[in-house]
């Protein structure tokens, strides 16, 4: 009798210990977390100065001209016209941690001119013999030359239309024509570091 007693409060013990250590590892599962914890790599973004960006690397909307001169609305004293643009190259952000900003466009407009190309144009084919084109232009000088020689015997006739419709022969003020937005403005031809270069090339004005 004393040893089935014995045997019972041995297997109660042992009932109790196994429960207990069952318990412990069913928290133990419980208080662990099912998946480790991730981490997050932020991207590190660099500030620049966007305006010096190269043209192709952002993108700038339609330009602002008035609709009854047909000339760009907003015009600096350097002869570019301020654009609205914005960036998207992943990991950069502009000056103000933004990515939109003002690009200066070069040689947009003619800041301060007074003098139309057109109308140059027509005084020297019609009226060049007389040297309106030249006073038109402000070379009040060469204007009586003609005036008084026929248009130079028209050679100075023949000249200056060819000068001006290249225009090459700008107003004497140096403030260029009030041209059409999309007119045909002409440009010399030059070489920089955004220029397409061939190996064997010749050119006029390269620089």
Known sequence: LVNARRMRALFVLLCIVIID?????????????????????????TVVDCAKLHPYKFQCYGIDYDKYTNQPADCNPDNSIPLNCTISLP????????TDFTYALPDGCRYGAKA?????????LFFGLLGLDRFYLGYYTIGLIKLCSMGGLFILYFIDIVLIALQ?????????YIMQLWGPR??????????????????????
Do not use: K
């Open 21 to 45: 250590r069952s318990g412990a590892a069913a928290a133990a599962i419980t208080a662990a977390p099912d998946d480790p914890p991730r981490r997050v790599s932020a991207l590190a973004t």
């Open 116 to 124: 139309y190309h057109s109308s140059a144009m027509l005084l020297s």
């Open 186 to 207: 002409a440009f010399p031809v030059r070489f920089n570091n955004q220029t397409l270069m061939i190996e064997d090339f010749g050119c006029v004005d390269c620089r």
């Open 168 to 176: 090459i022969l700008e107003p004497a003020d140096g403030s260029g």
């Open 91 to 98: 990991g950069i952000v502009c000056i103000g941690n933004t």
